[in-house]
């Protein structure tokens, strides 16, 4: 049983910040790559940003240069900190993370109930 608990969502106006948090609990042997996903309702799901275990990132292009995905190896936990906030990030972020349970088996896909970001004056 593995469980994401995010944190961190609310209202903002444009040129604010805020910063999420997602931390991985249960029967973990390991997590490997995590990651934070937004939906608006009529779009498909975005990809905004994802991290490995060594600290690799991608982020998605509207994205670059305002947000920072980092994670807390010994915590389970990944971050995201957005900072210049515009409307259009309004969204609910969901945290995505692929855990192994046990040592020698696959990573399994994780994903917590979202957290709703606001950005609006």
């Known amino acids: 049983q593995v469980q994401l608990v995010e944190s961190g969502g609310g209202l903002v106006q444009p040129g604010g910040s805020l910063r999420l948090s997602c931390a991985a609990s249960g029967s973990i042997f390991r997590v490997d790559t995590m990651g934070w996903y937004r939906q608006v309702p009529g779009k498909q799901r975005e990809l905004v940003a994802r991290i490995t275990s060594g600290g690799n990132t991608n982020y998605a292009d509207s994205v670059k240069g305002r947000f920072t995905i980092s994670r807390d190896n010994a915590k389970n936990t990944v971050y995201l900190q957005m900072n210049s906030l515009k409307p259009e990030d309004t969204a609910v972020y969901i945290c995505?993370?692929?855990?192994?349970?046990?040592?020698?088996?696959?990573?399994?896909?994780?994903w917590g109930q979202g957290t709703q970001v606001t950005v609006s004056s």
């Open positions: 995505n993370a692929n855990v192994r349970t046990r040592a020698f088996e696959p990573s399994f896909e994780s």
